[in-house]
């Protein structure tokens, strides 16, 4: 996958694995993930699929309206990928925390809804539930921040609280802050995600 990877100052800091929204590159959110953790080195990925133009993550068939088969099938190309990033560049593969926004929140969350160990922890950015009908493994322990904007079209915050309740039901630690807006990221939630990021990994 194309990507960006930059060796951070601490190597015994988080592994940053960066996944932004539609329409998006893996340049966007580096200088957020640079301010929730300067010392971190960086995994920055860009989504393989193209919707007009724009890169995503994974296929939908409508706004909201998921390509099932296609989001299993990229949730599993990203953890391969990962998997390999960590060989290529000889980082802790124990130790990524998924930043995500919008779309890419949502292949994050698909991550912890398949794999029991594919991420250390992630900040999902008005995140939706990714899929519906599936067991989620074993989460216990493993923590979870979540912003959300009370008058979002895109995510209703019904579904947040859904999300929220799925993820604790296998034993996430789940965060979650709601922000009087959209679907944007305000700078708000960042400096709750650094302090949720903080408190937890440092
Ligand atoms: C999605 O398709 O993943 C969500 O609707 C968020 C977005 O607009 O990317």
């Known amino acids: 996958m194309k990507h960006i990877f930059e060796v951070g100052s601490d190597p015994a800091a988080p592994v940053l694995l960066l996944l932004h929204g539609t329409g998006g590159t893996e340049r966007d ?12 080195s960086i995994l920055s990925v860009r989504g393989n699929v193209l919707e007009n133009g724009m890169p995503r993550f994974f296929r939908r068939l409508a706004e909201g309206v998921f390509d099932i088969e296609d989001l299993k099938f990229r949730t599993a190309e990203l953890k391969d990928f990962i998997d ?25 969350a698909s991550l912890l809804f398949h794999y029991e160990d594919a991420l250390l922890g992630a900040s999902l950015h008005h995140p939706m539930v990714p899929l519906r009908d599936i067991n989620l493994p074993d989460l216990t322990g493993k923590n979870v921040f979540i912003a959300a904007g009370d008058n979002d079209p895109i995510c209703v915050p019904q579904e947040t ?30 400096e709750k995600a650094k302090q949720w990021y903080e408190h937890n990994f440092k």
């Open 84 to 108: 390999e990033a960590a060989v290529q560049y000889g980082f802790d593969r124990s130790k990524v925390i998924a930043i995500g926004y919008s779309n890419g929140a949502n292949i994050a």
């Open 161 to 190: 609280e859904e999300l929220t309740s799925l993820l604790q039901g296998a034993g996430a630690n789940v965060e979650l802050i709601w922000e009087q807006h959209g679907h944007q990221l305000t700078r708000s939630e960042l």
């Open 29 to 40: 959110l580096i200088g957020i993930a640079k301010h929730i953790d300067a010392t971190a």
